[in-house]
């Protein structure tokens, strides 16, 4: 297996291959209905208003909770707890401001700095 950052590089090297959308999860959760309607112009899908209702809906966290028998794995994880928060960084609650500098420190050791910043922030990537 390779490392964490290899991992990360890897996809970033490839980011401009006309096969590959990276997408970031906060931009995802901040404006689904974009970023969903982004993902199906890339996959060359037919994308309308009703069916953007369509994926609001049934990707809400609300649906997921109430149908996680259908989204959570079965006997994996205790009841209901595989569909958390559905919200991004909370990571940052789990770890003091030590661990946190430290971590944000290494990232911009071990990425590029453009890659650094859209993992730290996300947005629309321009490959040029």
């Not at 996959?43 to 369509?54: A, E, I, K, N, P």
């Not at 006997?75 to 990571?91: A, M, Y």
């Amino acid at each position: 297996m390779w490392s964490f950052w290899e991992h990360i590089n890897d996809w970033w090297d490839a980011r401009h291959l006309p096969n590959l959308l990276l997408v970031h999860y906060a931009d995802l959760i901040g404006n689904k209905r974009e970023e969903a309607e982004r993902i199906a112009h890339f996959l060359g899908l037919d994308w309308t208003s009703s069916v953007g209702d369509m994926v609001c809906q049934y990707s809400s966290l609300d649906y997921m909770k109430f149908h996680s028998d259908k989204f959570q794995p079965p006997g994996r994880f205790k009841p209901n707890t595989f569909i958390n928060k559905g919200i991004n960084g909370r990571w940052k609650d789990l770890l003091t401001d030590r661990q946190i500098r430290y971590y944000e420190d290494l990232i911009y050791q071990k990425l590029e700095p453009d890659c650094a910043d859209w993992i730290m922030n996300g947005g629309h990537l321009s490959i040029g």
